[in-house]
């Protein structure tokens, strides 16, 4: 049997109007969720994974299969959506803790989906169990980027996976036995994005009441910018029996790996590829979004030792990305997320609008200029030559863009009527204002054609033949 004391702090945070966070703590499940997709949906999704939870272990108590109750959350918060338009592309982070028992057994079930994180502080330690599940962090376990360009990455806002986005939902499941004196901190990314490691481990090493410690990691997420709800959950595991033995939890208590799982080592490795093997660096590795506030370390680090002298006994951090033998062996077993989709992290009906009415401009002005250059090419005319024959076209000679050119008026006229030195500029194309100026140029060739066949016509002259005149016909222009 296991004997737990928690408790519970919320706020909205000196920026948003509303808090979309959601949580449950009753002592057998406890849960924080961090809803997305606006004003409304946001609220909505994450209340509604919270609901199911609650029914869920106010029904039966201990919950055989934990990762169906997710699902059933997920399905939940996709149905709600496709009934009100409104609320579509809501979801929710999730991250859960609840108690199991077999055969006499106790059990802790640790979910995650999303950015909120789970941690353990155990021996003086405290351990992220949790990957976030965000573009950021898995292009930074990939080495697709370093960690001082995740700060200022565009993507560093998008999640990879979220209840509510994908009708199947990929979750990460661990099973750990738990040991007596264990501190479990359930949070959203609103105490994470403000708040350091160090500063978190300072906190939770202060032998406070976990009611306590979770008000002052709030406080101390506000006092360092607030900038998003934060939520807070403490689990203390104050005593650990079984029923077959009485004995007291023991030093073996380590997380059961579950057959899905990778191995811790080949998760550290990766990792260590990625961000390198500094523990100390840790407070600027574990939050992208915070990777961007930390311009002062100097800062940062004296807040660090302002805080180490308000409690008892230094704290280390282990940052899950060290050497794999610096690992304790109870730690064994870790899953590695695999990202699914790619949601982002808001719904901003503002950009969505921006980029609508920006596609619409560039729309019309493409309409505009496809109807000036018709108009202009439809309303053009020119005279030319089709095989041998003068003829009249529409449009612009040679073709504008897309349209050529097409024959309106096909002359009687050939080309061996017209004078020599207008070919050349026919063969070009004669451009004219209006269909009426071009057969009146077409009209003009023809009146010269027919002035030059008439000059070939005969003409009398009087020619003097010994001192009595008598008519003679002479052809004109010849050589006599």
């Known amino acids: 049997m296991i004997s737990l004391s928690w408790g519970v702090a919320s706020d909205t945070g000196?920026?948003?109007?509303?808090?979309?966070?959601?949580?449950?703590?009753?002592?057998?499940?406890?849960?924080?969720?961090?809803?997305?997709?606006?004003?409304?949906?946001?609220?909505?999704?994450?209340?509604?994974?919270?609901?199911?939870?609650?029914?869920?272990?106010?029904?039966?108590?201990?919950?055989?299969?934990i990762v169906e109750v997710v699902r059933k959350a997920n399905s939940t918060i996709l149905s709600r959506a496709s009934r009100e338009p409104k609320l579509a592309g809501m979801g929710t982070t999730l991250c859960l803790l609840s108690v199991s028992e077999d055969v006499g057994k106790s059990q802790l079930n640790l979910v995650n989906v999303g950015d909120s994180r789970g941690y353990l502080f155990r021996?003086?330690?405290?351990?992220?169990?949790?990957?976030?599940?965000?573009?950021?962090?898995?292009?930074?376990?990939?080495?697709?980027?370093?960690r001082d360009q995740a700060g200022s990455h565009r993507a560093r806002h998008i999640l990879t996976r979220a209840l509510g986005v994908d009708p199947e939902v990929e979750i990460?499941?661990?099973?750990?036995?738990?040991?007596?004196?264990?501190?479990?901190?359930?949070?959203?990314?609103?105490?994470?994005?403000?708040?350091?490691?160090?500063?978190?481990?300072?906190?939770?090493?202060?032998?406070?009441?976990?009611?306590?410690?979770?008000?002052?990691?709030?406080?101390?997420?506000?006092?360092?910018?607030?900038?998003?709800?934060?939520?807070?959950?403490?689990?203390?595991?104050?005593?650990?029996?079984?029923?077959?033995?009485?004995?007291?939890?023991?030093?073996?208590?380590?997380?059961?790996?579950?057959?899905?799982?990778?191995?811790?080592?080949?998760?550290?490795?990766?990792?260590?590829?990625?961000?390198?093997?500094?523990?100390?660096?840790?407070?600027?590795?574990?939050?992208?979004?915070?990777?961007?506030?930390?311009?002062?370390?100097?800062?940062?680090?004296?807040?660090?030792?302002?805080?180490?002298?308000?409690?008892?006994?230094?704290?280390?951090?282990?940052?899950?990305?060290?050497?794999?033998t610096s690992r304790s062996s109870e730690f064994s077993a870790i899953p590695a997320p695999l990202p699914k989709r790619a949601t982002e992290r808001k719904f901003r009906v503002g950009s969505i609008l921006r980029s609508a009415v920006f596609l619409l401009i560039l729309v019309?002005?493409?309409?505009?200029g496809v109807s000036a250059v018709g108009i202009y090419a439809s309303h053009s005319y020119f005279v030319g030559v089709d095989k041998s024959k003068i003829a009249v076209y529409r449009g612009r000679p040679g073709g504008l863009l897309w349209y050529n050119p097409s024959i309106v008026e096909m002359t009687q006229l050939s080309t061996a009527q017209v004078a020599p030195y207008h070919l050349s500029d026919l063969q070009k194309g004669v451009?004219?204002?209006?269909?009426?100026?071009?057969?009146?140029?077409?009209?003009?060739?023809?009146?010269?054609?027919?002035?030059?066949?008439?000059?070939?016509?005969?003409?009398?002259?009087?020619t003097i033949v010994g001192g009595t005149s008598s008519p003679t016909t002479t052809a004109a222009g010849g050589s006599g």
Not at 440 to 457: A, C, D, F, K, P
Request: aromatic share 4%; charged share 20%.
């Open 364 to 368: 019309v002005v493409i309409a505009i």
């Open 172 to 324: 990460d499941h661990w099973k750990i036995e738990p040991k007596e004196r264990d501190l479990y901190l359930l949070c959203t990314d609103g105490l994470t994005n403000e708040m350091t490691d160090p500063e978190i481990g300072q906190v939770l090493a202060g032998g406070d009441s976990p009611e306590n410690m979770a008000q002052h990691l709030v406080l101390g997420a506000l006092a360092n910018g607030g900038s998003d709800n934060v939520t807070c959950i403490v689990v203390e595991v104050a005593n650990v029996t079984s029923v077959a033995s009485g004995s007291q939890g023991s030093d073996k208590s380590r997380i059961v790996e579950l057959p899905s799982q990778t191995k811790m080592r080949e998760r550290l490795q990766n990792a260590t590829r990625s961000v390198g093997t500094d523990a100390t660096a840790r407070d600027q590795v574990v939050t992208i979004s915070q990777i961007q506030k930390e311009r002062d370390v100097g800062s940062r680090e004296q807040t660090v030792l302002e805080n180490a002298g308000r409690y008892s006994g230094g704290v280390r951090v282990n940052p899950l990305i060290t050497s794999a």
């Open 14 to 65: 000196r920026i948003r109007k509303n808090n979309q966070d959601s949580y449950i703590a009753d002592g057998s499940v406890f849960a924080v969720a961090d809803g997305m997709g606006g004003h409304v949906g946001g609220e909505v999704a994450s209340k509604l994974a919270i609901d199911v939870f609650a029914d869920a272990f106010s029904e039966i108590g201990n919950v055989p299969n």
């Open 123 to 146: 021996g003086g330690e405290l351990y992220q169990l949790t990957d976030d599940h965000t573009l950021i962090s898995e292009m930074l376990r990939s080495g697709e980027i370093t």
């Open 431 to 462: 451009s004219e204002p209006s269909l009426a100026a071009a057969l009146g140029y077409v009209n003009r060739l023809t009146v010269e054609s027919n002035q030059i066949s008439s000059s070939t016509t005969t003409s009398p002259v009087t």
